[in-house]
Structure formats: structure tokens, C-alpha cells
């Protein structure tokens, strides 16, 4: 796993994962190394942050210490 920053929240993501950062909109893509889109993640206008994930990824939510997890859903099959 690797650790990033979206802002003041901490991101955690698988090491295939790599995320794309826009900071003038406060977006961000997480893509896979086959640039298969896993989620979109954002700021609205209140500095809520907003998820739209894949089908294909898990995303866990800490609100706590404000991390955010994202692991792509192989690691649910691997787990079993």
C-alpha cells in the first residue's frame, strides 16, 4: 500500500493504483496500471468529499483520521 494526500485527507491505495491529481477542481482520478478507471473522489463546493467508485474496487472511509482506502476488488477474492 502506498500513502498520498487529496488535500487534508490521507488516501491509501493498493501500489497498482496510481492517482491522477487535479488541484484547481479539488478531483482526483485512481487509476490501475491498464489506466482502467477505479474511482473518481472530489471536493464539492462545501469541502464535502465525494466517491464515485468502480465496480471493480473496494473503498474503505476512516472519517476519524480522515483516510480513505482504495484496494481493487481482487483483494476480496485473494482474502476469502
Same mark, same amino acid.
Given at each position: 500500500m502506498k500513502t498520498n494526500n487529496f488535500f487534508d485527507w490521507k488516501l491509501i491505495l493498493d501500489e497498482n493504483l496510481n492517482p491522477v491529481i487535479d488541484e484547481q477542481n479539488k478531483k482526483?482520478? %485512481? =487509476?490501475d496500471r491498464s489506466i482502467?478507471?477505479?474511482a473518481v473522489i472530489w471536493l464539492d463546493e462545501n #469541502? %464535502? =468529499?465525494q466517491l464515485k467508485p468502480t465496480?471493480?474496487?473496494?473503498i474503505?472511509?476512516?472519517d476519524? #483520521?480522515?483516510?480513505i482506502t482504495i484496494r481493487h476488488a481482487d483483494f476480496l477474492r485473494e482474502n476469502n
Open positions: 482526483m482520478v %485512481v =487509476i482502467e478507471l477505479n #469541502n %464535502v =468529499i465496480w471493480d474496487c473496494v474503505s472511509i476512516d476519524k #483520521n480522515k483516510a
